[in-house]
């Protein structure tokens, strides 16, 4: 247990459908990352925050998807209208800015299926 | 810096031996890589990371190789036990300020990832 936490952990919806996922980063990080994982691949970045601000979206992140910091503690990530292709294992992760590696530590993910 | 590959998708070793998990990056500005272990199911675990300024790093039973001449870093994980079994990803990130690692570490281009399975 690395100190992130995401929720839920499983989320099946049918397609058209918004879905949000929350992230609880670990207390003192002030980075906050989002990654999506389809089977067999990779992690790929989506977006992150310092403390509040969103610093950079990848172009991954369609105008369906939206992530949101408001107090620069927990982060959620919106996926609204959502379709088969947005089936994946989205991932939270933290980091504190100035650590001297910047390790991004990862939660267990929100596996997404969409029927 | 979206290239990071791995050369083999799976490797299977017998309890005991040592294992090595290559991978290929293809951007130079690239100055920081760090292998990953992903259990099933579960978020990737940092394992290990290295600087462009080394080649080599050693962690507990884990060494990283860093060539930048040939832009390939492997993992080697000595005595290799049941409980190494996972997916290996490397990833890379680039530095947003020059002079201060601590800074700005933005976000990170994984591999495909190596399926390490350790037999008894």
């Known amino acids: 247990d690395t100190g992130v936490s995401q929720d839920p952990r499983h989320k099946i919806t049918k397609r058209g459908q918004n879905v949000t996922f929350r992230c609880d980063p670990i207390?003192?990080?002030?980075?906050l990352y989002w990654y999506r994982q389809t089977l067999g691949q990779g992690p790929e970045f989506l977006t992150y925050?310092?403390?509040?601000?969103?610093?950079?979206k990848s172009r991954l992140l369609s105008d369906r998807f939206s992530a949101e910091r408001p107090k620069g503690s927990f982060s959620t990530l919106e996926i609204q209208r959502t379709e088969q292709g947005d089936s994946a294992m989205y991932l939270c992760?933290?980091?504190?800015?100035?650590?001297?590696?910047?390790?991004?530590?990862f939660g267990p993910g929100t596996r997404l299926t969409v029927l | 810096g979206e290239s990071v590959g791995l050369h083999l998708p799976t490797l299977s070793v017998q309890e005991g031996d040592n294992s090595i998990i290559n991978c290929a990056y293809s951007?130079?500005?690239?100055?920081?890589f760090i292998w990953y272990k992903q259990e099933s199911g579960k978020g990737p675990q940092f394992i290990i990371d290295i600087r462009s300024n080394m080649d080599k790093r050693q962690g507990q039973r884990v060494t990283v190789l860093l060539n930048k001449t040939v832009k390939h870093l492997s993992l080697q994980i000595a005595a290799t036990q049941p409980g190494d079994s996972a997916v290996y990803f490397c990833a890379e990130s680039e530095r947003l300020q020059a002079q201060l690692w601590s800074l700005a570490l933005g976000r990170l281009y994984f591999g495909r990832g190596t399926q390490l399975t350790v037999w008894p």
């Open positions: 925050f310092q403390n509040e601000a969103q610093l950079e």
């Open positions: 207390s003192e990080h002030n980075r």
């Open positions: 992760a933290s980091s504190l800015a100035t650590s001297a590696n910047g390790e991004q530590f």
């Open positions: 951007n130079s500005a690239s100055d920081y």
